[in-house]
């Protein structure tokens, strides 16, 4: 089975500009799940997508948005790119029906700088 | 609320030499505890899990880790580094009906020849 897989792998943007970003989970799964990864904050959660709908979410601004596709794709949308959203971009799938013993599947990720 | 902390941001071994990196989980729910390795530029690959059907667990590359109640702890060990080994081991819980991760801050092994 292919994995998880994210486009872009890097992304340059400048502030006040906006990027989306994207993940193709593993085939049959039905969850993805987006994190943030910065060397201060360590790795943080953004949400969690499943079946199209938005079932968890993290404690980030409403300038983080995300969406699902009815394959399963989500992508993540950043507006009003701020310095510190330079991160890795994590995504990642899980079957999304196993409750807490769901397993998450990650992807190489998408290192995105804001100048 | 869940959480997990790993001591020592940063180990270093020698080549051949035992490996153990700490984790300590704080839940007033049985958890579910994995351990995660990254290597640079890379995401995250999954190297074992607990789920409550063992306490030890077998995972990939040699890794293994015990489950102690009484400690609330979930180290990862391997018996013999090797220079492949190096990379950042991150420590996860599964938040109790959340499908969310809460991870550790990580912790960077240096593997010595």
């Known amino acids: 089975k292919a994995g998880v897989t994210q486009t872009p792998r890097y992304l340059i943007k400048t502030r006040g500009q906006q990027v989306t970003l994207s993940c193709s989970p593993i085939s049959g799964h039905r969850s993805v799940s987006w994190y943030q990864q910065t060397p201060g904050q360590g790795l943080q959660f953004l949400f969690e997508?499943?079946?199209?709908?938005?079932?968890n979410k993290g404690n980030f601004p409403g300038r983080f948005s995300g969406r699902q596709f009815s394959n399963s794709r989500s992508e993540m949308n950043v507006s009003t790119l701020e310095l510190g959203d330079s991160a890795l971009y994590l995504c990642?799938?899980?079957?999304?029906?196993?409750?807490?013993?769901?397993?998450?599947?990650f992807g190489p990720g998408t290192r995105l700088t804001v100048l | 609320a869940q959480s997990v902390t790993q001591l020592g941001s940063h180990v270093s071994v020698s080549e051949g030499a035992l490996v153990l990196l700490r984790c300590n989980y704080s839940s007033s729910v049985p958890p579910y505890l994995f351990w995660y390795v990254q290597y640079p530029n890379q995401g995250l690959q999954l190297l074992l899990k607990?789920?409550?059907?063992?306490?030890l667990v077998k995972g990939i590359n040699g890794f293994e880790a015990e489950f102690k109640k009484s400690e609330t702890s979930f180290h990862l060990t391997k018996p013999s580094a090797h220079m492949s080994d190096a990379a950042e081991y991150f420590c996860?819980?599964?938040?109790?009906?959340?499908?969310?991760?809460?991870f550790g801050t990580g912790t960077r092994l240096k593997v010595l020849a």
């Open positions: 997508y499943f079946s199209e709908t938005q079932r």
């Open positions: 996860a819980v599964s938040s109790s009906g959340t499908y969310k991760y809460i």
């Open positions: 607990y789920t409550s059907a063992a306490t």
């Open positions: 990642a799938s899980s079957p999304g029906d196993k409750g807490s013993t769901d397993t998450q599947y």
